[in-house]
């Protein structure tokens, strides 16, 4: 007798920004809005995914990312793990393809997958039966950190359709401005991108944003949001800027530099004193602890979202279908 039942519908993922329509990030801003009030409450934790295991499994270096994102799903009362390649088999020469496998084997729910290559999350994604979501590939894709910015200036600024965002740096090297310029383009606010010649890469306009290497241009931003040099993505014998302070003197976010009424991001860690002047990181204008906040609560949306809403419109490999 054959099998009548359907078909399951394929695991659903978050791989990248563009695999995301207007609806979904909507939907999880949303979400993100009414789980912030459960962080004023004595008691933090819900109840809402009991039961679930959420993997972390993180082959870079990380502090806001992957603690938030353990502290998510512990708020949501899902079980946890974290693995670090440091100190794991990895040390030993497994594949990322075994790594996944091996994790697969104790059924979880979520692999939340940090990995220096582009592409790394989508190997999982094929290789485990969980939902996947991307924690940032190489200078791919960081789509948790795009919503939790967007998260951040809605609550700040009261809307996103018609904000103009000014992403200030070393664009060349960062996966944060790829995911926040296709962020912005798919909720209607403008992004242009600001630094010198040697760290804007060569296209970046085909994501939606402008261009300039002027940092007079952030004059008429509602956001400034400043990037940091990432030294670590930068080869040896590489010079991209003449210097360090020639950097901070021609790009660096300083009091002269911002406006009053514009407001300042930055994903961190912050390099103080080379992209960000220390005064504007400590004033009233700088939104970073808000980007903190803000990362809990999207992350603890992410994940309820990945596991209780239905809906699937594409195959495996479509992020967040």
Same mark, same amino acid.
């Given at each position: +007798? &054959?099998? @009548?039942?359907?078909? *399951?519908?394929?695991?659903? $993922? #978050? @791989?990248?920004?563009?695999? #995301?329509?207007r609806d979904d990030v909507e939907r999880v801003l949303e979400t993100a809005r009414a789980l912030a009030g459960s962080l004023?409450?004595?008691? =933090? =934790?819900?109840?809402? #995914?009991r039961g679930r295991t959420v993997v972390n499994l993180f082959y870079e270096s990380s502090t806001r990312t992957l603690t938030s994102f353990e502290l998510a799903a512990k708020r949501l009362s899902a079980d946890t793990m974290s693995v670090r390649s440091a100190g794991s088999s990895v040390d030993k020469g497994e594949s990322l393809k075994d790594t996944a496998l091996t994790l697969s084997a104790y059924d979880p729910d979520v692999? %939340?997958?940090? $990995?220096? &290559?582009?592409?790394?999350?989508? @190997? %999982?994604?094929?290789?485990?039966?969980a939902h996947v979501v991307n924690a940032g590939d190489g200078k791919h894709q960081h789509p948790t950190q795009a919503l939790l910015d967007l998260h951040t200036m809605r609550e700040a600024l009261g809307r996103l359709e018609g904000l103009h965002v000014a992403i200030v740096g070393d664009v060349r090297h960062s996966r944060v401005a790829r995911s926040l310029v296709q962020a912005l383009d798919l909720v209607g606010a403008r992004a242009l991108v600001v630094g010198p010649p040697t760290l804007l890469p060569r296209g970046i306009e085909a994501l939606g944003c402008a261009v300039s290497t002027d940092i007079r241009a952030? *004059?008429? *931003? !509602?956001?400034?949001y400043v990037l940091r040099m990432q030294a670590e993505? +930068?080869?040896s014998g590489e010079a991209y800027v003449p210097s360090l302070r020639e950097y901070a003197s021609s790009y660096g976010i300083g009091p002269e530099r911002v406006r009053r009424g514009q407001v300042v991001m930055h994903p961190g860690p912050m390099n103080r004193g080379v992209?960000? !002047?220390?005064?504007?990181? !400590? &004033?009233?204008? *700088? #939104?970073?602890?808000?980007?903190?906040?803000a990362g809990l609560v999207v992350r603890m949306a992410v994940l309820y979202d990945l596991l209780t809403v239905a809906a699937v419109r594409e195959p495996v490999h479509a992020e967040l279908a």
């Amino acid at each position: +007798m &054959s099998d @009548l039942r359907p078909p *399951a519908p394929p695991r659903r $993922h #978050l @791989l990248s920004i563009r695999g #995301l329509e207007r609806d979904d990030v909507e939907r999880v801003l949303e979400t993100a809005r009414a789980l912030a009030g459960s962080l004023d409450r004595e008691v =933090k =934790k819900l109840p809402t #995914l009991r039961g679930r295991t959420v993997v972390n499994l993180f082959y870079e270096s990380s502090t806001r990312t992957l603690t938030s994102f353990e502290l998510a799903a512990k708020r949501l009362s899902a079980d946890t793990m974290s693995v670090r390649s440091a100190g794991s088999s990895v040390d030993k020469g497994e594949s990322l393809k075994d790594t996944a496998l091996t994790l697969s084997a104790y059924d979880p729910d979520v692999i %939340v997958v940090r $990995h220096p &290559s582009i592409g790394a999350p989508e @190997l %999982v994604a094929r290789n485990t039966a969980a939902h996947v979501v991307n924690a940032g590939d190489g200078k791919h894709q960081h789509p948790t950190q795009a919503l939790l910015d967007l998260h951040t200036m809605r609550e700040a600024l009261g809307r996103l359709e018609g904000l103009h965002v000014a992403i200030v740096g070393d664009v060349r090297h960062s996966r944060v401005a790829r995911s926040l310029v296709q962020a912005l383009d798919l909720v209607g606010a403008r992004a242009l991108v600001v630094g010198p010649p040697t760290l804007l890469p060569r296209g970046i306009e085909a994501l939606g944003c402008a261009v300039s290497t002027d940092i007079r241009a952030i *004059a008429d *931003a !509602d956001v400034v949001y400043v990037l940091r040099m990432q030294a670590e993505r +930068m080869g040896s014998g590489e010079a991209y800027v003449p210097s360090l302070r020639e950097y901070a003197s021609s790009y660096g976010i300083g009091p002269e530099r911002v406006r009053r009424g514009q407001v300042v991001m930055h994903p961190g860690p912050m390099n103080r004193g080379v992209e960000i !002047d220390p005064r504007v990181a !400590d &004033s009233g204008a *700088a #939104l970073v602890t808000d980007q903190v906040r803000a990362g809990l609560v999207v992350r603890m949306a992410v994940l309820y979202d990945l596991l209780t809403v239905a809906a699937v419109r594409e195959p495996v490999h479509a992020e967040l279908a």
